[in-house]
Protein backbone atom coordinates (compact mmCIF):
# COMPACT_ATOMS: atom_id res chain seq x y z
CA UNK A 1 0.00 0.00 0.00
CA UNK A 2 3.00 2.56 0.92
CA UNK A 3 4.68 1.35 -3.15
CA UNK A 4 1.52 2.74 -4.32
CA UNK A 5 0.61 5.86 -2.48
CA UNK A 6 4.57 7.06 -2.67
CA UNK A 7 3.82 6.06 -6.56
CA UNK A 8 0.56 7.88 -6.80
CA UNK A 9 2.14 11.07 -5.29
CA UNK A 10 5.43 10.60 -7.76
CA UNK A 11 3.07 10.20 -10.72
CA UNK A 12 1.07 13.40 -9.86
CA UNK A 13 4.44 15.53 -9.40
CA UNK A 14 6.54 13.61 -12.04
CA UNK A 15 3.87 13.16 -15.05
CA UNK A 16 3.55 16.74 -15.86
CA UNK A 17 7.49 17.80 -16.38
CA UNK A 18 8.44 14.75 -17.60
CA UNK A 19 5.45 12.43 -19.37
CA UNK A 20 7.14 9.22 -19.96
CA UNK A 21 9.88 9.09 -17.86
CA UNK A 22 8.02 10.91 -14.59
CA UNK A 23 5.28 7.64 -15.16
CA UNK A 24 8.39 4.91 -15.20
CA UNK A 25 10.00 6.64 -12.05
CA UNK A 26 6.91 6.83 -10.16
CA UNK A 27 6.02 3.33 -11.79
CA UNK A 28 9.99 1.72 -10.43
CA UNK A 29 9.61 3.73 -6.77
CA UNK A 30 6.09 1.52 -6.33
CA UNK A 31 7.48 -1.63 -7.63
CA UNK A 32 10.56 -1.13 -5.48
CA UNK A 33 8.59 -0.39 -2.22
CA UNK A 34 6.03 -2.91 -3.04
CA UNK A 35 8.67 -5.59 -3.69
CA UNK A 36 7.60 -9.26 -3.08
CA UNK A 37 8.37 -10.18 -7.22
CA UNK A 38 7.22 -9.05 -10.02
CA UNK A 39 3.60 -9.41 -10.22
CA UNK A 40 3.10 -7.05 -6.60
CA UNK A 41 5.60 -4.69 -8.50
CA UNK A 42 3.49 -4.28 -11.31
CA UNK A 43 0.32 -4.12 -9.70
CA UNK A 44 1.70 -1.42 -7.34
CA UNK A 45 3.23 0.35 -10.58
CA UNK A 46 0.16 0.03 -12.55
CA UNK A 47 -2.65 1.13 -9.29
CA UNK A 48 -0.50 4.21 -8.65
CA UNK A 49 -0.92 5.01 -12.70
CA UNK A 50 -4.52 3.91 -12.27
CA UNK A 51 -5.20 6.13 -8.93
CA UNK A 52 -4.06 9.48 -10.61
CA UNK A 53 -6.00 9.45 -13.64
CA UNK A 54 -8.93 8.74 -11.10
CA UNK A 55 -8.15 11.37 -8.80
CA UNK A 56 -7.62 13.86 -12.01
CA UNK A 57 -10.60 12.37 -13.91
CA UNK A 58 -12.70 13.53 -10.53
CA UNK A 59 -11.49 16.74 -10.43
CA UNK A 60 -12.16 17.46 -14.21
CA UNK A 61 -15.60 16.08 -14.11
CA UNK A 62 -16.36 18.36 -10.96
CA UNK A 63 -14.15 21.87 -12.15
CA UNK A 64 -14.88 21.67 -15.91
CA UNK A 65 -18.56 21.53 -15.90
CA UNK A 66 -18.30 25.03 -13.39
CA UNK A 67 -15.80 26.47 -15.50
CA UNK A 68 -18.18 25.94 -18.64
CA UNK A 69 -21.13 27.41 -17.16
CA UNK A 70 -19.08 30.76 -15.55
CA UNK A 71 -17.45 31.17 -19.42
CA UNK A 72 -20.16 30.20 -21.26
CA UNK A 73 -23.61 30.38 -19.96
CA UNK A 74 -25.57 29.15 -23.51
CA UNK A 75 -24.01 26.30 -22.94
CA UNK A 76 -24.80 25.36 -19.10
CA UNK A 77 -27.41 22.92 -20.09
CA UNK A 78 -24.77 20.73 -21.28
CA UNK A 79 -21.98 20.71 -18.80
CA UNK A 80 -22.78 17.73 -16.85
CA UNK A 81 -22.35 15.93 -20.30
CA UNK A 82 -19.16 17.52 -21.16
CA UNK A 83 -18.00 17.02 -17.42
CA UNK A 84 -18.47 13.29 -17.87
CA UNK A 85 -17.00 13.20 -21.44
CA UNK A 86 -14.32 14.90 -20.45
CA UNK A 87 -13.36 12.93 -17.44
CA UNK A 88 -13.70 9.69 -19.74
CA UNK A 89 -10.92 11.05 -22.17
CA UNK A 90 -8.44 11.85 -19.37
CA UNK A 91 -9.46 8.13 -17.66
CA UNK A 92 -8.36 6.73 -21.34
CA UNK A 93 -5.15 9.07 -22.12
CA UNK A 94 -3.82 8.19 -18.70
CA UNK A 95 -4.09 4.85 -18.94
CA UNK A 96 -0.23 5.29 -20.99
CA UNK A 97 0.81 6.51 -17.39
CA UNK A 98 -0.59 3.17 -15.82
CA UNK A 99 0.79 1.15 -18.39
CA UNK A 100 4.01 2.43 -18.04
CA UNK A 101 4.01 2.47 -14.09
CA UNK A 102 2.86 -1.42 -14.60
CA UNK A 103 6.83 -1.91 -16.73
CA UNK A 104 8.45 0.48 -14.11
CA UNK A 105 7.04 -1.30 -11.45
CA UNK A 106 8.16 -4.82 -13.02
CA UNK A 107 11.65 -3.00 -12.66
CA UNK A 108 11.78 -1.60 -9.43
CA UNK A 109 10.74 -5.04 -7.85
CA UNK A 110 13.59 -6.87 -10.30
CA UNK A 111 16.05 -4.24 -8.81
CA UNK A 112 14.83 -4.78 -5.30
CA UNK A 113 14.76 -8.44 -5.63
CA UNK A 114 18.38 -7.93 -6.69
CA UNK A 115 19.60 -6.38 -3.77
Known amino acids: MLGVIVGFILHAVLSGPLPLIGDFIAGLVAGFIAGGG ?31 TVVVPPLAPYAPHAGIGLALLVVVLSLKGALIGLVGGVLGAVIRAKS
Open 38 to 68: MGRGALAGFLAGILGSLILATLVAIIFPFLL
